[in-house]
């Protein structure tokens, strides 16, 4: 059984890396309106790489860091990206083994990486990836008969956002957050349930102003918000539960 469980963990890893990999593509193409059906190519010298080049850290390793055509080196983030992806879908079979939880987990990981990786680079949450991702969700969730607390869940985050949106809106003269991420939390919803996913945005919130505070030029400067909300919902999904149950117990409830 231990084997098995180790076999199926490195699978897992590699397959993990595998959907991760394909994720950056699609990130970095539809928001620009380039077809995701080519072949991905260099981004110094453009010329296209062949299967085992673009293969996840293996055609890191064979080349070296490095285009073999132009000898430019390869952008550290998409090993580290393919690493990450890997691990976090690793560890979602290990937390929660072949079952419902880890369907949700792998939906989750694959829509949140794919929009932190736009929003990173463009500052756009692609709507077409969390609106498919949440219809799996909703077949997911009609399957493990948790659908009606999910749809509560949906709705009551994304007003929750939505009101902070518009509060911030009205006293600090901008947006408190943008379009993106408030329909981003609809998402959220279908995978976590409703206390979860407000630790998600608190954890979201704290990180996001810790970054503004170190990086920001400017009063009105604006931060990609979603990779913070990807990681608080990351730690909401796998340890939500246990945290919300350690502050209650702290306040003596």
Same mark, same amino acid.
């Given at each position: 059984?231990?084997?098995?469980?180790?076999?199926?963990?490195?699978?897992?890893?590699?397959?993990?890396?595998?959907?991760?990999?394909?994720?950056?593509?699609?990130?970095?193409?539809?928001?620009?309106?380039?077809?995701?059906?080519?072949?991905?190519?260099?981004?110094?010298?453009?010329?296209?790489?062949?299967?085992?080049?673009?293969?996840?850290?293996?055609?890191?390793?064979?080349?070296?860091?490095?285009?073999?055509?132009?000898?430019?080196?390869?952008?550290?983030?998409?090993?580290?990206?393919?690493?990450?992806?890997?691990?976090?879908?690793?560890?979602?079979?290990?937390?929660?083994?072949?079952?419902?939880?880890?369907?949700?987990?792998?939906?989750?990981?694959?829509?949140?990486?794919?929009?932190?990786?736009?929003?990173?680079?463009?500052?756009?949450?692609?709507?077409?990836?969390?609106?498919?991702?949440?219809?799996?969700?909703?077949?997911?969730?009609?399957?493990?008969?948790?659908?009606?607390?999910?749809?509560?869940?949906?709705?009551?985050?994304?007003?929750?956002?939505?009101?902070?949106?518009?509060?911030?809106?009205?006293?600090?003269?901008?947006?408190?957050?943008?379009?993106?991420?408030?329909?981003?939390?609809?998402?959220?919803?279908?995978?976590?349930?409703?206390?979860?996913?407000?630790?998600?945005?608190?954890?979201?919130?704290?990180?996001?102003?810790?970054?503004? =505070?170190?990086?920001?030029?400017?009063?009105?400067?604006?931060?990609?918000?979603?990779? =913070?909300?990807?990681?608080?919902?990351?730690?909401?999904? =796998? =340890?939500?539960?246990?945290?919300?149950?350690?502050?209650?117990?702290?306040?003596?409830?």
């Amino acid at each position: 059984m231990t084997e098995m469980i180790a076999i199926y963990s490195l699978l897992i890893f590699y397959a993990g890396s595998l959907i991760t990999s394909f994720l950056h593509l699609v990130a970095l193409r539809l928001p620009i309106g380039e077809s995701i059906n080519g072949l991905s190519k260099c981004d110094a010298c453009k010329h296209k790489l062949k299967l085992y080049e673009v293969l996840p850290l293996i055609g890191f390793v064979i080349n070296r860091g490095r285009c073999r055509y132009c000898s430019a080196k390869i952008d550290w983030i998409y090993p580290v990206l393919e690493v990450i992806g890997g691990l976090l879908y690793m560890a979602a079979y290990l937390y929660w083994g072949f079952s419902w939880e880890f369907a949700v987990a792998i939906v989750a990981i694959a829509v949140l990486m794919a929009e932190s990786i736009s929003d990173a680079y463009y500052m756009i949450v692609i709507d077409r990836i969390w609106i498919f991702g949440s219809i799996i969700l909703i077949v997911i969730r009609i399957a493990d008969q948790t659908i009606l607390d999910h749809l509560l869940s949906a709705f009551v985050l994304f007003a929750i956002m939505l009101l902070i949106a518009f509060v911030g809106k009205k006293i600090y003269k901008q947006d408190a957050f943008g379009g993106g991420d408030v329909k981003l939390f609809i998402f959220i919803g279908l995978c976590l349930m409703i206390a979860e996913g407000i630790l998600a945005l608190m954890i979201a919130s704290l990180l996001g102003m810790i970054y503004g =505070f170190t990086r920001r030029s400017g009063r009105k400067a604006i931060i990609p918000l979603v990779p =913070f909300i990807a990681v608080g919902s990351m730690i909401a999904l =796998f =340890f939500g539960e246990a945290i919300i149950q350690w502050y209650f117990t702290l306040l003596g409830m």
